[in-house]
């Protein structure tokens, strides 16, 4: 299956695609120096996060899908250098609501968990919106 949405997402800072299919995505993202916050190569969570997001976002494959809220715990650190895979699955579509799972891991290792409420839009979410 080809990927219809966040098709100019940055690999190296959202992930790159595994595996997609109808309701589901596996994304891996490879952690970098860019990506470290302290002297003992602790990654920030916002980066765990993005990859996260970006699988949730490839599970439900729109162009018109947007992240609604997200309810999200980070259950273990990531360290430079790690990658990172992250599942993500529907688990429920109501109309152009959607739910979705995402597990990530490293190696065997659960680091985050989350359940991701996307929507799909009947436009772009920044069609009309006008810049300042």
Known sequence: MEPRTHLAA???LCGRIVDLSEGSAH???DTTDAMVVDAQGLVHGGFVFGL???AAMLAI???NVVLGAAQVRF???VRNGERVLALAQTVETKGRKH???VEATVGSRAVFEG???CIVLERHVLEGVGSK
């Open 61 to 63: 494959n729109d162009p």
């Open 99 to 101: 739910e979705v799972r």
């Open 10 to 12: 940055h690999s190296a």
């Open 115 to 117: 359940a991701f409420t």
């Open 27 to 29: 994304v891996a993202l």
């Open 52 to 54: 996260a997001d970006y």
């Open 75 to 77: 259950l273990k650190p």
